[in-house]
Nanobody
Framework: QVQLVESGGGLVQAGGSLRLSCSAS???????MAWYRQAPGKQRELVAT???????NYRDSVKGRFTISRDNAVNTLYLEMNSLKPEDTGVYYC???????????????WGQGTQVTVSS
């Protein structure tokens, strides 16, 4: 099972930017992957997905602001976050999983998460 380690979180003012990275212990070449986040007191929610052939999808609230990408050569997943808002605050987790035929993402493994805090 691939181990995942997120990094790049921190404290940023509203309107700022952060770039999250997720380093995998093994090859991610044939895997679909995703970023999730969990705000205090709320359920974990899917933020963005990227398939093995680099097709992407985003939740509506981050479209146009966040970009998910992957570099299979270094087994790393990224999330570029711009125009950050206080409601983007939470722990961000990367995931390895499977994208089903109905474009539903099924996670198989998680990282430990990285905290993102956006101040107003």
């Amino acid at each position: 099972q691939v181990q995942l380690v997120e990094s790049g979180g921190g404290l940023v003012q509203a309107g700022g930017s952060l770039r999250l990275s997720c380093s995998a212990s093994g090859s991610i070449f044939s895997n679909d992957m995703a970023w999730y986040r969990q705000a205090p007191g709320k359920q974990r929610e899917l933020v963005a997905t990227i398939t093995d052939n680099k097709r992407t999808n985003y939740r509506d609230s981050v479209k146009g602001r966040f970009t998910i990408s992957r570099d299979n050569a270094v087994n790393t997943l990224y999330l570029e976050m711009n125009s950050l808002k206080p409601e983007d605050t939470g722990v961000y987790y990367c995931s390895v999983g499977v994208m089903g035929y109905s474009s539903t993402y099924y996670p198989k493994n998680w990282g430990q998460g990285t905290q993102v805090t956006v101040s107003s």
